[in-house]
């Protein structure tokens, strides 16, 4: 009986050893990168390389209800407009304040890409990033017509060539990064806002700053109000702190506390007497009809 439950073990970890080896070796294609993506967080945890030949091995690939194996593909084209923002209108947001470029790059992902997160969602963070290479290299070149006095027909006229300067000042830093590019031209004419718009850009980047001065402002003044009211509430708490520790060790003190005038000609008088309750004289002729004594300890 002992023998035969080895042997059923025996062969239940054959079984389990098969089946994680076969899920676990991955042959990779040389045009596209696989990934190993947690279904869990939906992060890339693993950029699968090659151990020999194509031959990569994952553990994760055994897992199939927490893990997913997906892949890339290596070359990649994308067209996008590179927009510059104006000079001294670079917190505006709208499309109309900005220089529009529209270029059409071509690159490829090398095997020292180890940005596992920009893999996500088929690559496209890794688009965004050779863009953002391509479009800081324009706003460079370009930076001469921009500032100091901004020029809308050099602008225009120099669109191409300063494509190609970026191009080739960006490559070295983008192979680095694990991308190569291959290609980036236009694919039409650079849309340049005129001086007018520039202008209007500018008076409106001004009226925005004076507006946020102002709320920064109000807001300063408000933190100072807040700041003096807490500090007064403090002060009372602090007061109010002594008081209730006076009366709490000395509770006949409550026994002597007139109030006046609470109520038009109506008096109460908390005082001390054989049954311990306070009397109630409703008027002030009843007062002078009586024969008490008052004593005020507020006056």
Known sequence: MKQSLRK????????????????SIMVLDSERVTVIQDLRSGSVVKILRPLFWRVSLAWQGAFPWWFIVSEVPRSRAVDFQARIALPGCEELKKDVYHVHVPVRLKYRINARFTDGARLVGSGKG????????????????LGPYLSPVYQPEALEAQAEGALESAYDTVIKDC???????????????ALVPDRALHLEALQHAANLRGIDNMLEKDLIEERNRVTRQKISNEQLYGRLGVISKLIAANPELLKYIYIDKMAGNVKLILSSDSSGVPRLLEAEKSLKKGKTKEIDNLR
């Open 175 to 189: 192979a680095d990064r694990g991308i190569d590019l291959v290609e980036a031209k236009l694919t039409g004419a």
């Open 8 to 23: 059923a073990i025996a062969v239940l970890v054959a079984l389990a050893a098969g089946y994680a080896l076969f899920f």
């Open 126 to 141: 890794v688009d965004e990033l050779a863009e953002d290479y391509i479009r800081k290299g324009l706003q460079r070149e």
